[in-house]
C-alpha cells in the first residue's frame, strides 16, 4: 500500500550517540520534508528535498544532517544527540508538480535524548 | 517573512455548538492557505486548503485577505472533532514549503 513510514516509532537514546531516523514513502513524490515538533507547539520544518541528491536546509536550524540517494528514502541524522534534540521528528511527501499537493505525512519519531 | 499565528492553544465547546479556530497569516503576496488535523493516536493530515473551497467533515474556511484570515468553521460540533488542528501557509512558487502555526486543541464535550 502507498503510505509513508517513519522507523522507530519512539527512540530513547543516551547523550553523545549518533542516530539515524528512517523516512521512507512509497507514493513515488518526489518532494520530502522533515519537521520538529515540540509538545503542543508549532512544527518547523528543518530539512526538504526537491528530489534525488536535492537537499536543503529549513527554517529551523538544526544540527541533524538528511540525504536523499533515493527517492523514496530520506534518512536524518544526528551525529552526537544531546538533550536539546528531544522532540518529535515528522517527516512528510508530496508531489512535485502543482503547488496545492498536499503534503502526507508519516507517524512520527519520538526521540528522547538522556 | 511569512507567520502564520493561532492566537487560543485550547479551544472547548459543547456537542452542538458552533464553533470557529481563528487563524491569522503575515505574507504581503498570494498566499495558498490550508487545514492540518491531528486525531489522537493519528498522524496529521490534510483537512482543507482554501483554493479547493470545499466543506470536510462539515468544516469550511474562507480566506480574507483584507484581514488576513484563514478561520476554521463549523456551525455544530461533534465529538469526533476533538482534535489538533493547525494552519498552514505556503507561499507560492516555494516548492511545498509549508510554514504551520502553533496549534489549537479543540475539545468537544458531550
Known amino acids: 500500500e502507498a503510505d509513508i513510514y517513519q522507523t522507530p516509532r519512539y527512540l530513547v537514546i543516551g547523550t553523545g550517540k549518533k542516530i539515524t531516523l528512517e523516512c521512507s514513502q512509497t507514493?513515488?513524490?518526489?518532494?520530502m520534508y522533515w519537521y520538529q515538533q515540540d509538545p503542543g507547539m508549532e512544527l518547523h520544518l528543518i530539512h526538504y528535498?526537491?528530489?534525488?541528491?536535492?537537499?536543503e536546509k529549513g527554517d529551523l536550524s538544526s544540527e541533524s544532517t538528511v540525504s536523499r540517494i533515493r527517492t523514496e528514502h530520506f534518512p536524518l541524522t544526528l551525529e552526537s544527540a544531546r538533550p536539546s534534540h528531544t522532540s518529535q521528528y515528522l517527516c512528510?511527501?508530496?508531489?512535485?508538480?502543482?503547488?496545492?499537493?498536499?503534503?502526507?505525512f508519516g507517524n512520527g519519531t519520538r526521540l528522547t535524548v538522556t | 517573512a511569512q507567520r502564520v499565528t493561532q492566537p487560543e492553544k485550547l479551544l472547548s465547546v459543547f456537542k452542538g455548538a458552533p464553533v470557529e479556530l481563528k487563524c491569522n497569516y503575515s505574507?504581503?503576496?498570494?498566499?495558498?492557505l490550508f487545514w492540518y488535523v491531528q486525531y489522537s493516536r493519528q498522524r496529521l493530515q490534510l483537512l482543507l486548503r482554501?483554493?479547493s473551497r470545499e466543506s470536510i467533515k462539515g468544516f469550511t474556511a474562507d480566506l480574507n485577505k483584507g484581514e488576513t484570515s484563514f478561520h476554521l468553521k463549523k456551525p455544530f460540533a461533534q465529538e469526533e472533532d476533538s482534535a489538533m488542528y493547525y494552519c498552514?501557509?505556503?507561499?507560492?512558487?516555494?516548492?511545498?514549503?509549508?510554514?504551520f502555526g502553533q496549534g489549537t486543541i479543540l475539545t468537544v464535550h458531550p
Open positions: 498552514a501557509l505556503r507561499l507560492q512558487g516555494l516548492y511545498g514549503k509549508l510554514t
Open positions: 505574507y504581503s503576496g498570494s498566499p495558498e
Open positions: 482554501h483554493i
Open positions: 512528510a511527501s508530496s508531489e512535485f508538480r502543482g503547488n496545492n499537493s498536499p503534503l502526507h
Open positions: 528535498s526537491y528530489g534525488v541528491n536535492s537537499t
Open positions: 507514493m513515488g513524490h518526489d518532494k
